[in-house]
Every structure is written in C-alpha cells, then in structure tokens.
C-alpha cells in the first residue's frame, strides 16, 4: 500500500500563498469583459498548468460554469490541463521540417524519452509536443527546448542534445 508523507506547514503556506495570487487577479479582471483568458494566464503562470481545483476556485468567483472554462482552456494551445516537464520540447512539423525529417526526429524523441507525444516524462523533466511551424524554416528540421532552438538535427543527433538537458 503507497504511504503518503503529510503535507509541510511550508507547502500547505505555499499552496496558499498561490490561491491568494489567484484570487487577486481575480478580482483585479474580474469587472472587466472577457476576465476568463487573463485569469487563465495568471493560473497557469503560477502552477504551470490549469489544475481542477483551482478552475473550480475561478468558476464560483465569475459565476461560470465549468464547461465553459474548460471550453476556453481546451480552445486555446497555449492552456495546459495537465502538468507540463521541466523541458517542453517542441518539434516543428511544418512543411520544411517535416520534408527533411522531422517526423524521424520527433520518434527518436519519443524512443529516448519513453512518452508519447504530448507526453510528460515520469521524472518531469521534459513533455514532448508536435507543433506547427516555429518559424525557422532555414534550420529545418527544427525543435525548441524551453528558449533555446535546436536545428539541422538528424535522429541520431537527439540523444546527446538531450544529455544538455541532464
């Protein structure tokens, strides 16, 4: 049977701290038309991704149901309903990239990290997503981890990009 440790008074004073954050851009938008998407942002900035229970929090300070905020975190690309890794590693499927081999890349990233895509790694170190063009056609195939843009890569270049991020 897995035995939970008790929370710390430092994590339960953390967890409070960041529903207090959120309560205050609540009220900071919440007068304002379309108050959904900023207090979205400000969620999803403070725990890095849009957890239920704190979706619940913004649905009875706006009066919304939850079908429609989740309606809008669903919407957009940029919300995560899930917790995203350390590294979010986005691989350009674009037309430049995917003709010179992204898709082969973007296996071998897979391969390496044991997730599918749109996976998070079991240590959370790093999520792997597919996405559309990241604008660097010159360096196709083309990936970015966090800020930094990784390009001209083949398959067996993934393994010792990825030791940068260990």
Known sequence: ???????????IAEADRKLEQIKLAIDQYKQMKGA??????EVQDVYGFL???VLQVVSAELDLPMSEIYGVASFYHFFSL???GEHVIH????TACYIKGAQGILDRLSTELKVPVQGTTEDNKFTLEA???LGACGLAPVLTIGEKVHGRLTPNAVPKMLKEYN
């Open 1 to 11: 049977m897995e035995q939970h440790q008790p929370c710390s008074n430092s994590t």
């Open 36 to 41: 959904l998407i900023p207090i979205l942002h």
């Open 51 to 53: 957890p239920e229970p």
């Open 82 to 84: 899930t917790p995203k």
């Open 91 to 94: 691989v350009c499927m674009g």
């Open 131 to 133: 996405t559309r063009c």
